[in-house]
């Protein structure tokens, strides 16, 4: 996927937003808390998310999946081949770890969001 497929699919259907951080990473957040960065300044685009412990381990296994620089230790992946995985089971990854965020959001603002109080 290229920047702006990842982009759409990022922004739609969530409650989330983007922006540019540490001058070359877009992410993507719901309700402050990010759960997907992509590099602004690589080509292909390296895109890092959240997954499982379980998932991390495999993934890392993978040609192309390294764990993600300064997050590693929270489970974050970066994607740096675009061949890695297919274009579904990333989707799939980025949805999970929307999941996985916003399941640690608070209560309150989970019910904003029209959000399940039990992702």
Known sequence: MDLESIRRYCLSPWH?????????DRLFR???????????????????????????????????????????RNHWVQLEQPDAVSRTELKRLIRD???????????????QLGLSVTI
């Open 30 to 72: 719901t309700s402050g808390k990010i759960f997907a960065v992509a590099s602004l300044e690589t080509t292909p685009v390296h895109i890092s998310f959240k997954c499982t412990p379980e998932q991390f381990g495999e993934l890392v296994e993978r040609e192309g999946i390294n764990p993600a620089p300064y997050m590693a």
């Open 16 to 24: 989330s937003t983007e922006g540019v951080q540490w001058e070359n």
């Open 97 to 111: 770890s929307y999941n996985m965020v916003a399941a640690k959001l608070p209560k309150k603002i989970r019910l």
